[in-house]
């Protein structure tokens, strides 16, 4: 079942999580996007459309996961759901920039992007629409403490679709740091980095792994 509360959540990371997104694939976006000429957009979609189907793909699989881990034991989806309940809370103390030590999680996924950064190489110089696309997929495996934490999140709801649509959701919301040359990107990223406004999303965020963890252990 797809829950509008986790798709918003979701969301949210996206689109205040943004700024290291920004970090980690700011400049490889601007530099395919400059070499594009008069296909900027269509190379810049995508390269993001490949990053957002990265990205659905993993919460498909993810959730699948989950759902398979909770049908061993119900003891199971407790663990998975306790983490999720304190990687909301994580999450949130890193949109207000007060504890970044989901950075720390990047280290796990190095080994991965070692084997698959050299094939990037060969996408980056290529004009071919779906040389473009298959860039952006790749992409979308670099190694990111917020994809990481965000994924072992969406896995605890032990639903494919659910894991599915609520990275889809992440990745919609990283967009507008992404496009920050365009007119939506320069409106919304200064709005998006106010503090008060980062530390309001922070803040719900806690809230709602507070209250995913109370769910747990005091209905369970």
């Not at 959540?9 to 999580?17: E, K, M, V």
């Not at 950064?117 to 290529?126: E, G, L, V």
């Amino acid at each position: 079942m797809i829950e509008p509360l986790s798709l918003v959540t979701a969301l949210l990371l996206g689109l205040f999580g943004s700024s290291h997104c920004l970090v980690m694939c700011g400049g490889i976006a601007a530099a395919i996007g400059s070499r594009a000429g008069e296909r900027q957009l269509q190379t810049l979609l995508l390269f993001n459309g490949g990053r957002l189907l990265s990205y659905t793909l993993l919460g498909l699989l993810v959730g699948s996961a989950g759902l398979w881990l909770g049908s061993l034991h119900d003891s199971l989806m407790l663990v998975l759901r306790s983490i999720a309940a304190v990687m909301l809370i994580l999450m949130g103390l890193y949109v207000a920039r007060w504890w970044m030590v989901l950075t720390r999680f990047e280290q796990l996924g190095k080994p991965v992007w070692n084997a698959l950064q050299p094939i990037t190489r060969r996408f980056i110089s290529s004009a071919r629409p779906l040389d473009q696309l298959r860039l952006g997929m790749l992409w979308g495996l670099l190694p990111c403490g917020l994809i990481y934490s965000t994924l072992a999140w969406v896995a605890a709801n032990g639903s494919p679709a659910m894991g599915a649509a609520a990275m889809l959701a992440f990745g919609i919301g990283t967009l507008p740091a992404l496009f920050a040359s365009t007119l939506a990107g320069s409106v919304l990223a200064p709005w998006l980095n106010r503090p008060a406004v980062r530390q309001l999303a922070a803040l719900l965020l806690i809230v709602f792994g507070l209250w995913t963890g109370a769910a747990v252990w005091f209905h369970s």
